[in-house]
Every structure is written in structure tokens, then in C-alpha cells.
């Protein structure tokens, strides 16, 4: 059965295969944030199951977790993706100024030129980059553009995000010829 994930939940980690023979796991982060992984919190699986952290060596990337105390309970978890709330994760992870968490750029419209070219619909990351994946706006569909095209997430084609009464806006440079180019 598979289980739906909340929308305000947050990717953090993969768990690998298990290691030795008293629960150890390997972790793979997801995120940029190794403080996102805390000793005594609490994580979802996709499955719905919560795991509480019982270890966590972020230098040999072990974790270990209440209660899986075997290496047959370990492998039962292989593969699974561990879960945070976005507002769990806006605690434990600080920020600099201009810097996002990708939850907080998904929704927003990007702009150029006064004009809509989309909503950001995923995020992806290529390499060191991080692109924008965005769905172009019907308007431009109707244009015989794209239904989506990518965008850097850097400086050269992004001006600003903005919030604007609760809305997210990005404010692109030379992105339409990107969509155009598609």
C-alpha cells in the first residue's frame, strides 16, 4: 500500500544498507543541511512509520534508530526515505539572506518583464546546480510554447524572489529566451 505524503513534509535523507549487526544504517543526505538529521528526533518514512533517532555519526554517515536494535530490523529499512516537517526544518537549518529551502520556491510565479512565465512546479538538481522546473503559464501555452522549461538557479537569470501578500514571485532576466528556446 502505498502511503500519501503530506505536503508540508520535507525530504532529508535515504537510508542505505545496513551496517554491522545492531541496527547501524547508512544515511544519504537529501539536503544541503547535515543538522537536519538530529539525535532524538523524530522522522517519517513513506510508509507512514515514524523513527526516532536514537545516534547519528555524520562523519561515517551512520544513524541508528529506537528500537532497531538487529541487522534484520535494519534491512527491513533499506531504501526508505526519511521525512521532515518544513517547519521542523526551518528550526534546525538556518538560512543566509538570499538563500531559499526548496519548499519556499515551489508555488512561486516567475516574472519577466512584468510578464508571467510560469510557476515554479519542481526543483531539480543537475550536477552542482540547482534548476528551476517550471510550468509555463496557459498563455504562453496557447503561444505554442513549452508546457515546461528550466531555469538556472543562479544569479545571471535570477534578480530577486519576492513576497508579495503571501505569494512567491521570481523575477527573472533572459529566461523567455530560455522557454523560447525549449
Known sequence: MR???PKNWVSVAKIGRSVGLKGELLL?????FP??????????????????VETYNIKRALVKFVGVDTQNDAKKLTNCILYSTQNKTKETCKLEEGEFFWFELIGARVIEESKVLGVVEDIERMGSSD????GTSKE????KMPKFFM???LERFIIEVLEKEGLKEIHTRFCKDILENS
Open 35 to 52: 543538522e537536519s538529521i538530529q539525535k532524538n528526533e523524530v522522522y517519517y518514512t513513506q510508509k507512514g512509520e515514524e523513527l526516532q
Open 131 to 134: 534548476f528551476l522546473k517550471v
Open 3 to 5: 502511503y500519501n505524503i
Open 151 to 153: 531555469i538556472p538557479f
Open 28 to 32: 544519504h543526505l537529501m539536503s544541503d
Open 140 to 143: 504562453l501555452q496557447a503561444l
